[in-house]
């Protein structure tokens, strides 16, 4: 966690030690949000909310049986549908999962 001056502090920050699984930020401009969410790679993106909602149950998806931290995870044979990744995005309110 940081306290940066301005938006290119903060993807900066979150390149460098983020966790490509879920990474999120504070801000009360969602002009801000967008950007993060746009220029961060990553597998789930919070704004104003805890990265605590990852989680297979939490997303609809039922029991997690394994969490893969890859961007591309097929192997063998690969149609279209094998290339494509998701990227989750929540929008909180400064929501924590209890």
Known sequence: MKLVDDMDAAIDHIRAHGT???DAILTRSTQN???VVKQVDSSAVYVNASTCF???GQF???AEVAVSTQNLHARGLMGLEAL?????VAWGDDTLRP
């Open 20 to 22: 490509q699984h879920p």
């Open 33 to 35: 949000a967008s950007r």
């Open 54 to 56: 990852t989680d297979g």
């Open 60 to 62: 609809g998806l039922g």
């Open 84 to 88: 494509t990744t998701y990227k989750w």
